[in-house]
């Protein structure tokens, strides 16, 4: 499958891609040659270390789930459906896609704080307070990576052949039966890739999160609010702590491209 | 459990307007070229797509009447479907493909499964069940499908092209296999197909459709001898020419004549096999009498001769072995004499 490479790149389009691979790849570089290896040991089995890193998987980890199970249906929905509105729909879904972080987290405080819409009855009927807690966490970071699931998943209903399903209509299997028994199985790699991307991208986020949840250790304090943190206190520290997130980054990557991005569908 | 059928589909700039009847053990072929509406006509009686008007019914029980309202989910319909390209599941086993089908009507896992391995054993692939459909070959993945369509014991069975998919030789074994199968069924099958060898060997009545209409029906003999229009004629492999029967002489609508040997009268068709056209360099002496002058259109090898489409007066297709095509010197443009014996020339009314 290698093409046969065209002698001479030309010298307008070289130099311009050149530096564009140095932009992109020497800051990570720094990061690693600044990487004060002999306290890689203590720092990473500093409790407050630990407590932010299991913090950050737990809640993207939740996130994911919680995106798993609203958005594989709503990905459905924009794929399969017949429903009016749908390409509104769709433009709704991935504007948190697009909005910078830091307004998703102030518009979640305005509906789910303790004088917004929902955050007033909830506060009032139910006693529970969102915001500033671990579950502000969650609901910060699944506003941000959830997007990213259903537009992955979508593209994966899409590209799946719908005549499956009549086959199974066929075989007398009801669309929720078809739903599960067939669909989901074929997608099933899509799910995977999308969910993988939808964690990652949920360990990264930093603006809604610190938003809408706040900045407070063992409670909300993530990864990249920690690295945030300790750059102003004590560089060393959030040097090993951004290595251990670029760590979790490439191996994302390797995961999405060995196990799900090169398999094809059959 | 015989399929009665009335439906209208609009599709666009097509409208398709079907009626169907097929008795129970009976086979209908619907042949017509592509984009003619077959496949729409398997899709609204499989329940995969609603009809704009008309009735389908299947026994005592009513799937579709407009009309009235009524409308049954394809998966509440006792049916089984063979599609083109099997669509047999990727991710289950051909056993549990089979299987599937029976798990959905909520029969338990291993009573199903062992229908399923029944069903294999009978469409001669027992030992392929463990196997993913990935990794069968053609042949053996419309077998599957067949079994996966009939395991249910369905009151009605869709098969939508379902040998095109295959190359020559396994297409041949299949269709007898289908043929077999397809005797021993005792509901109501309703066969898609753009060959008309497929139709004339598994039917037992043909249906012939083009842009949306029956254009045709009969059983296969009947259509394959006596086409009525082009399309069908060219499936069959005859020259059909449209006329007015003036006693053993047949005046051609495009002009020309052509002897036949019995007496017709009226607005018929006059249909030629090309095998019983004779060329010749210059014009033949002796006892045809339709000699007309010609010239070849084009040539194709079909098995061990060579079809050559002629026009001229009597647009005709002649059949020759290579041989003689070789003699003849025959190329494009080439001027030739065409004959046929009267005896040899088809003639019934329009």
């Given amino acids: ?266 | 459990m015989s399929l009665a059928a009335s439906v209208r589909v609009d599709r666009g700039p097509l409208t398709v307007e079907l009626d169907l009847e097929v008795a129970d053990g009976e086979v209908l072929a619907v042949l017509g070229p592509n984009g003619a509406g077959k496949s729409t006509l398997l899709r609204v009686l499989a329940g995969l797509l609603p009809p704009d008007d008309g009735r389908v019914a299947v026994g005592a029980e009513t799937w579709d009447d407009v009309p009235a309202g009524v409308r049954v989910p394809a998966h509440e319909r006792r049916l089984g479907m063979v599609f083109q390209d099997h669509l047999l599941f990727p991710h289950l086993s051909v056993t549990d493909n089979v299987a599937f089908g029976l798990r959905t009507r909520g029969r338990g896992k291993p009573a199903a499964r062992a229908a399923a391995r029944d069903w294999l054993a009978r469409v001669g692939i027992a030992e392929l069940g463990d196997r993913r459909p990935g990794r069968l070959s053609g042949g053996q993945a419309q077998r599957a499908a067949l079994a996966r369509a009939l395991v249910g014991e369905p009151a009605l069975l869709l098969l939508d092209e379902p040998l095109s998919a295959l190359d020559a030789r396994t297409r041949l074994t299949v269709r007898a296999e289908l043929r077999r199968h397809l005797g021993e069924f005792p509901g109501s099958t309703v066969l898609v197909t753009h060959d008309p060898v497929d139709a004339m060997a598994l039917a037992d009545r043909v249906v012939v459709v083009e842009a949306g209409r029956v254009v045709q029906a009969g059983t296969p003999a009947d259509v394959s001898r006596h086409p009525r229009t082009d399309y069908v004629a060219r499936l069959v492999g005859l020259a059909l020419l449209p006329g007015t029967g003036e006693g053993t002489t047949v005046r051609l609508d495009g002009g020309g004549r052509v002897a036949v040997a019995e007496e017709a009268a009226g607005p018929v068709f006059v249909a030629v096999r090309p095998e019983s056209v004779a060329l010749w360099p210059a014009r033949p002496e002796g006892s045809p009498r339709n000699v007309w002058p010609a010239r070849l259109v084009s040539a194709t090898p079909h098995g061990s001769t060579v079809r050559c489409e002629l026009d001229g007066e009597v647009p005709l297709l002649a059949d020759v072995t290579a041989a003689a095509f070789a003699e003849l010197g025959l190329a494009p443009g080439t001027p030739v004499w065409a004959s046929v014996k009267a005896s040899d020339v088809a003639v019934y009314a329009r």
């Fill in chain 1, 1 to 266: 499958m290698r093409r046969r490479s065209e002698p001479g790149v030309p010298l307008p389009l070289l130099v311009p891609a050149v530096l564009a691979v140095a932009f992109l790849v020497l800051p990570l570089a720094g990061l690693v040659l600044r990487t004060p290896w002999a306290e890689l040991g203590p720092q990473l089995t500093s409790p407050a270390v630990g407590q932010a890193l299991r913090l950050s998987l737990v809640s993207a980890t939740a996130a994911t789930a919680l995106s798993l199970v609203l958005g594989v249906p709503l990905a459905w929905v924009l794929a399969r459906s017949r429903a009016r509105g749908r390409s509104v729909l769709r433009a709704l879904v991935t504007v948190p896609l697009v909005l910078p972080p830091v307004v998703g987290g102030v518009a979640l405080f305005l509906v789910l704080g303790r004088q917004g819409l929902v955050g007033r009855w909830l506060d009032q009927a139910l006693d529970v307070t969102i915001p500033f807690t671990t579950t502000a966490v969650v609901i910060a970071e699944t506003f941000v990576a959830m997007p990213f699931l259903v537009i992955s998943v979508e593209g994966a209903l899409r590209a799946a052949d719908a005549r499956f399903e009549d086959a199974a209509a066929t075989l007398g299997a009801d669309r929720w039966t078809t739903f599960r028994r067939v669909t989901l199985p074929l997608v099933a790699p899509g799910i995977a890739a999308g969910a993988v991307l939808c964690w990652a991208r949920a360990l990264g986020e930093f603006g809604a999160t610190i938003t809408f949840a706040g900045n407070f250790p063992g409670t909300t304090q993530t990864m990249p609010l920690a690295v945030y943190l300790a750059l102003q206190q004590d560089p060393d520290a959030a040097i090993v702590l951004s290595l251990v997130l670029l760590a979790v980054s490439v191996a994302t990557l390797l995961l999405l491209r060995d196990r799900w991005l090169t398999r094809a569908v059959r």
